[in-house]
C-alpha cells in the first residue's frame, strides 16, 4: 500500500520561501509520477506542479512558473517543492499524489491514485 505524507507547511510573510516535502512509503516510487496540488479556502483543489518519474519533465500551473521548482530524489522515496516569493494567494493545503498508472504528467485529480493527508501554507501580507 503506497503511502504519501507531506510536511514543511507553515505560516511565513509575503515574499518569504518554503520547501515541502513529500515522503512515499510503498509500492515503487521510482516509476511513479508525482504531483502537487492546492486547495484554498472555498475553492476547488488545483494542480500546482508534477514532475515524472525520472525527473526530466516537470510541469507547472501558470500562476506558480518561475517562483515554484518541484524535484525528487528517488533514492529517498520523496519529492519536493520549492516555493519562492510567496504571495498572499498562494495560502492552501498543499497536497502530494501519485499517479500509480501512467507515465504522463497530468493535471487532473483523476488521474492521480494516492494523496496525503495535506500540509498547510499560510502567507501573510
Known amino acids: 500500500q503506497v503511502q504519501l505524507v507531506e510536511s514543511g507547511g507553515g505560516l511565513v510573510q509575503a515574499g518569504d520561501s518554503l520547501r515541502l516535502s513529500c515522503a512515499v512509503s510503498?509500492?515503487?516510487?521510482?516509476?511513479?509520477?508525482m504531483g502537487w496540488f492546492r486547495q484554498a479556502p472555498g475553492k476547488e483543489r488545483i494542480f500546482v506542479a508534477g514532475i515524472n518519474w525520472s525527473g526530466d519533465s516537470t510541469r507547472y500551473e501558470d500562476s506558480v512558473k518561475g517562483r515554484f521548482t518541484i524535484s525528487r530524489d528517488n533514492d529517498k522515496n520523496t519529492i519536493y517543492l520549492q516555493m519562492n516569493s510567496l504571495k498572499p494567494e498562494d495560502t492552501a493545503v498543499y497536497y502530494c499524489?501519485?499517479?500509480?498508472?501512467?507515465?504522463?504528467?497530468?493535471?487532473?485529480?483523476?488521474?492521480?491514485?494516492?494523496w496525503g493527508q495535506g500540509t498547510q501554507v499560510t502567507v501573510s501580507s
Open positions: 499524489a501519485a499517479r500509480i498508472r501512467g507515465i504522463v504528467v497530468a493535471v487532473l485529480e483523476h488521474n492521480y491514485d494516492t
Open positions: 510503498g509500492g515503487t516510487f521510482s516509476r511513479y509520477v
